[in-house]
């Protein structure tokens, strides 16, 4: 928990570049599959339902973990697109395979988040993935520092006091999630529907 946040905002502003219709190539680590971790957002999303509309819940299908971002549909070159797609194919199969724990929940202004640990295996495959896109392109997009990997299982949805969020966080032992991480996915994504949905693009296996 993190008390110190007094206030909620929403999480579905819409940042510089985004709009309706807009769709991006990113990195993530999906969830598909991964039945506890599936366990564990069911149990958060039914604690956190009698908060009502104040939060969006995600459904198990769009859980996931934010890795790196390459740049939006028709800014973005294919064929730049499909050599980083390659370049990654080899750098992550120098990273082998892991486990993680995930969970429990700490606060966000702007969501609700699982944290994960160990973090340093799930750095390195974004380092790696970074490595890609730089084998690729001039400049790598995004920053390499301020990363935290962690898992999102509701965002706020409005603006409000923080304390109802806490007070239910607070009330909660739920037993961490165990997941394999044994590919990272290439999606093309969107925020539409005030989630965060998207269509697959590529799966590449680590090591």
Known sequence: MTPEIEFMRNHWWWR????????????HLTFEGQADVHRLAAEYRASLAPLGEALTPIPDRWLHLTMQGIGFVGEAREDDVRA??????????????FDVEIGPAVLDPEAILLHVHPDG??????????????????E????????TPHVSVAYSAGEGPAAPVAQVLDSLDLVPARARISSAELIVLHRDN????????????LG
Not at 130 to 135: N, P, T, Y
Not at 194 to 205: G, T
């Open 16 to 27: 510089p570049g985004w709009s309706v219709g807009r769709r991006f190539y990113t990195w």
């Open 84 to 97: 980083i797609v390659a370049a990654a194919g080899q750098r992550l199969a120098d990273v082998p395979a």
């Open 121 to 138: 295996p799930v750095r390195a495959v974004r380092d790696a993935i970074r490595a890609a896109i730089g084998d690729v392109l001039d």
């Open 140 to 147: 790598v997009p995004e920053k390499a520092e301020g990363f």
């Open 194 to 205: 005030q989630m965060y949905e998207w269509e697959p693009y590529a799966a590449v296996p």
